[in-house]
Every structure is written in C-alpha cells, then in structure tokens.
C-alpha cells in the first residue's frame, strides 16, 4: 500500500524514529552533543549513549567522552538525526 504523500509527521515521531541511531544536539549552552538515542519523554528529555560531548572554551575546543548522560529537553535547541 502506497503512503499518503500528505501525511504530516509529528515532531515526537520523527524523535523516535531515530532511536537506536547516532543523533546530533545542539544545546543552548553553546555545547554540541553527538551520541547514540536511546530513549527519551514527552519533554524531549534524551538519554543518549556513546556520548561525545564538544565544547569551544577559553583554551579552545575541549572533547569529552561519556558512556551516557541525560539531557533537559529545555536545554535542547536543535537535534539533528544521524549527526556526526
């Protein structure tokens, strides 16, 4: 069966079509998070895995490696699916 070629896509679908797979954040702090979805709520809170986190600082970009974290979805401004 064909889809419907005008079958609009909620913001939480496209969401959780992209777990399990690599996402890009951009956070309001002006940190950049890329890991991989593993769950999330109604708030857009993110629980990712694999977690690099990146940050342009004082003494220039600093890397950080985390097995996981859990992000504010209020903190969240944009989430990009398969970033690298």
């Given at each position: 069966m064909a889809e419907d070629a005008?079958?609009?896509v909620l913001p939480l679908e496209t969401i959780d079509n992209c777990v399990?797979?690599?996402?890009?954040?951009?956070?309001k702090n002006?940190?950049?998070?890329v890991g991989t979805l593993r769950g999330f709520d109604d708030y857009v809170n993110v629980v990712l895995?694999?977690?690099?986190?990146?940050?342009?600082t004082a003494d220039g970009k600093q890397t950080t490696k985390l097995s996981s974290i859990l992000l504010n979805g209020?903190?969240?401004c944009m989430?990009?699916?398969?970033?690298k």
């Open positions: 005008g079958k609009r399990g797979q690599q996402v890009w954040i951009i956070m002006d940190k950049e998070i895995e694999d977690v690099t986190e990146y940050e342009v209020n903190n969240i989430m990009v699916p398969g970033g």
